[in-house]
Nanobody, 113 residues
Framework: QVQLVESGGGLVQAGGSLRLSCAASGFIFSTTNMGWYRQAPGKQRELVATITSGGSTNYADSVKGRFTISRDNAKNSVYLQMNSLKPEDTAVYYC???????WGQGTQVTVSS
């Protein structure tokens, strides 16, 4: 069965960095587009970044230049490097198998001012 397991969240001060990881299993990862999304309290879930099977990336305007999505097909994993974090980046971050119903359980990122 499809499984997506996120890790790497935590508490960080504004201006700091975190690297999120998502370990995938149960499907052919190398041919699958993947995405990172986030949901802040009281807000709808929103797209953060996506990466195609070929490595093309797309970012929300709010994170361009600060966040980098990448993948390692040998490890069936997708990553989100987050730099210059801001308090408004505080949210639960989710990994998604694009164009499917499959989401990870989420990992909390809290940025203090």
């Amino acid at each position: 069965q499809v499984q997506l397991v996120e890790s790497g969240g935590g508490l960080v001060q504004a201006g700091g960095s975190l690297r999120l990881s998502c370990a995938a299993s149960g499907f052919i990862f190398s041919t699958t587009n993947m995405g990172w999304y986030r949901q802040a309290p009281g807000k709808q879930r929103e797209l953060v970044a996506t990466i195609t099977s070929g490595g093309s990336t797309n970012y929300a305007d709010s994170v361009k230049g600060r966040f980098t999505i990448s993948r390692d097909n040998a490890k069936n994993s997708v990553y989100l490097q987050m730099n210059s974090l801001k308090p408004e980046d505080t949210a639960v971050y989710y990994c998604r198998k694009e164009w499917s119903i499959y989401w990870g359980q989420g990992t909390q990122v809290t940025v203090s001012s």
